[in-house]
């Protein structure tokens, strides 16, 4: 399996899905996976999703961010098995002036980190996958992450 690594360290934001609270086009046609990432020295956005439903979140590493993910607009969002580490607000219904998504968050693995919020559902993931265990998470993603 190919690892990531997002390392914007000290930037603002790192990831956004979908355009705009206004831009309802998207409704329906935004459904992405994010798996093996590692958010290190940025603070929102790992990511922030509007409209998109299934948007899957695995095995992702957060490190000192002020939020991790933030459903948004109606999206649906399975947040699963990741490891947050002195996260704020590991993961948001609802952000800044927008309407609240849906968040459906099991087997994370929190240190020193703020709840997880949650509500209402998300379809089904449409393919088949292995999780590994959040509590190995961090040493899996910082392990493998980066340009070999």
């Known amino acids: 399996m190919p690892r990531a690594?997002?390392?914007?360290?000290?930037?603002?934001?790192?990831?956004?899905?979908?355009?705009?609270?206004?831009h309802t086009a998207d409704r329906g046609h935004l459904r992405v996976t994010y798996h093996h990432n590692?958010?290190?020295?940025?603070?929102?956005?790992?990511?922030?999703?509007?409209?998109?439903d299934p948007v899957h979140v695995f095995n992702t590493?957060?490190?000192?961010?002020?939020?991790?993910v933030a459903s948004t607009e109606g999206a649906g969002v399975l947040v699963e098995n990741n490891s947050f580490e002195d996260c704020e607000d590991p993961a948001l219904v609802g952000y800044a002036?927008?309407?609240?998504?849906?968040?459906?968050?099991?087997?994370?693995?929190?240190?020193?980190?703020g709840a997880i919020e949650t509500a209402g559902s998300v379809a089904a993931?449409?393919?088949?996958?292995?999780?590994?265990?959040?509590?190995?998470?961090?040493?899996?993603?910082?392990?493998?992450?980066?340009?070999?």
Not at 5 to 22: I, N, Q, T, V, Y
Not at 61 to 68: D, L, S
Not at 97 to 113: M, Q, T
Not at 129 to 134: F, G, W
């Open 125 to 148: 993931i449409p393919y088949a996958y292995t999780l590994d265990s959040a509590t190995s998470v961090k040493a899996i993603v910082t392990g493998g992450a980066g340009a070999r």
């Open 61 to 68: 590493y957060y490190y000192g961010n002020e939020y991790g």
């Open 38 to 52: 590692w958010f290190d020295g940025s603070e929102t956005r790992h990511p922030r999703v509007r409209f998109g």
């Open 97 to 113: 002036g927008s309407d609240e998504g849906n968040i459906v968050a099991r087997g994370n693995h929190l240190v020193g980190s």
């Open 5 to 22: 690594e997002m390392r914007p360290c000290g930037s603002g934001k790192a990831m956004l899905l979908g355009h705009s609270d206004s």
